[in-house]
Nanobody
Framework: HVQLVESGGGLVQPGGSLRLSCAASEFTLDYYAIGWFRQAPGKEREGVSC????????YHADPVKGRFTISRDNAKNTVYLQMNSLKPEDTAVYYCAIREGGCSWYEDDYAYWGQGTQVTVSS
């Protein structure tokens, strides 16, 4: 069955970096758009970054532009989210999700989700 597994979360100090991974099983990621979303305590889930299928166009939400980079390694069937200059407000559970077609900021457009990985930015 379709499975997405996120990893790479953890505790980091403000200004630090983390790289999240989203690995897929039972299907090939490069045929899908991959989105990263996050949900902080008491807040709704929000879109962070997305990479399209085929040409791999990337999109980042305004709060993370210039700090986060999404990329994909088709040989490893994995999508990454490089997060630099982390801030306390980046603290959240981060999820990856897939959809057919182009990128979307709407979580209802995504068919499959991973279980999430916790990112905590604190001194």
């Amino acid at each position: 069955h379709v499975q997405l597994v996120e990893s790479g979360g953890g505790l980091v100090q403000p200004g630090g970096s983390l790289r999240l991974s989203c690995a897929a099983s039972e299907f090939t990621l490069d045929y899908y758009a991959i989105g990263w979303f996050r949900q902080a305590p008491g807040k709704e889930r929000e879109g962070v970054s997305c990479i399209s299928s085929s040409v791999g166009s990337t999109y980042h939400a305004d709060p993370v532009k210039g700090r986060f980079t999404i990329s994909r390694d088709n040989a490893k069937n994995t999508v990454y989210l490089q997060m630099n200059s982390l801030k306390p407000e980046d603290t959240a559970v981060y999820y990856c999700a897939i959809r057919e077609g182009g990128c979307s900021w709407y979580e209802d457009d995504y068919a499959y989700w991973g279980q999430g990985t916790q990112v905590t930015v604190s001194s």
